[in-house]
């Protein structure tokens, strides 16, 4: 599909990128600067494997967990050692275009989080060109829902998301819980170098096996949806945090500051992050490590409340 036209006043600033530009604008591999382009998707799958294979050797854990009818709609549950019937609840949304990227290469966290008590859930969803967007939010809306209902005197549930997974984790903020008959206890939302309007990526290359049209992305880009949204009568008081890697590319940086501050006018307690030293792929890869500002932050909001 070619590019908009010209832009006019007040448009978004993509629209006067080149093809070529846009294309690498969201094309977050590009961007890495500690290894050559190529080498990089692969080594984050292979980071994510091994963290994968050690938290199924070292965490109690239920695996394949089915949260729906679907083939795909599974969900990995790692526990801590300790066993109770109260406890925090991490949900993860893995990344990759909505198109690649699974539950069995995105236990990155588990170790970190169940050694302080926090249960671990890395939840699947059914990815292009099986899955639809719309397919897709909805799968995530009834991941959330089963968690509330299997687990119903838990301390919270703090839904993250990476890349194409914060995508999906922001749609919850416009989820409307009452047709599930369930109001989950979500206390927290941490967004991870996410895309929250969708329309640029119909004009790259990323949306050759997501066959996304203008309509798709306009209903599924939370940063739209919150524009046009009436205020909400009781926007929920718990804390919406939205990162960027120093090393993401300027309309992944943009998106999220657009994104965090349509937040704070809609009456969310929203902050924006940015933080330093990474890109698009080790600030989830290293999650690995207890020492890592992200970890201490999500213990953090966990533990203290943000």
């Known amino acids: 599909m070619a590019l908009p036209s010209s832009p006019s006043p007040g448009q978004a600033p993509w629209r006067t990128l080149s093809s070529e530009e846009l294309e690498k604008q969201y094309s977050p591999r590009r961007w890495v600067i500690r290894m050559k382009t190529e080498e990089v998707v ?5 980071i994510g494997s091994q963290a994968t294979q050690k938290a199924r050797a070292t965490r109690r854990n239920q695996l394949d967990v089915s949260y729906g009818d679907g083939v795909g709609e599974k969900m990995d549950i790692y526990f801590p050692d300790e066993d109770s019937k109260a406890f925090p609840l991490f949900m993860f949304l893995h990344g990759g275009y909505w198109q690649s990227g699974s539950k069995d290469d ?20 059914d990815i292009a060109p099986k899955g639809t967007l719309d397919q897709m939010v909805d799968q995530v809306s009834r991941s959330v829902v089963f968690l509330q209902r299997r687990y119903p005197s838990n301390e919270g549930i703090y839904l993250c998301g990476h890349s194409a997974g914060a995508h999906l984790a922001a749609m919850m903020l416009l989820a409307s819980w009452t047709k599930h008959g369930v109001t989950p206890n979500i206390q927290g939302l941490l967004l991870v170098s996410g ?3 969708l329309e640029p990526l119909v004009f790259t290359s990323q949306n050759d096996l997501l066959h996304m049209t203008l309509e798709d992305a306009e209903r599924n880009s939370p940063q739209r949806l919150l524009e046009v949204a009436p205020a909400r009568p009781v926007v929920p008081a718990y804390p919406v945090l939205v990162f960027v890697a120093q090393h993401d590319s300027p309309e992944f940086h943009r998106q999220s500051k657009e994104f965090c501050e349509t937040l704070r006018l809609a009456g969310w307690k929203a902050s924006f992050q940015e933080l330093c030293g990474v890109d698009h792929f080790d600030i989830i890869e290293n999650l690995t490590r207890e020492d890592y500002a992200l970890t201490q932050i999500i213990l953090k909001m966990i533990f203290q409340k943000l």
């Open 42 to 46: 692969g080594n984050f799958m292979q």
């Open 195 to 197: 895309i929250y309007d």
């Open 106 to 125: 995105s236990a990155f966290m588990v170790n970190p989080l169940t050694a302080q008590g926090i249960v671990v859930a890395v939840v699947a969803y």
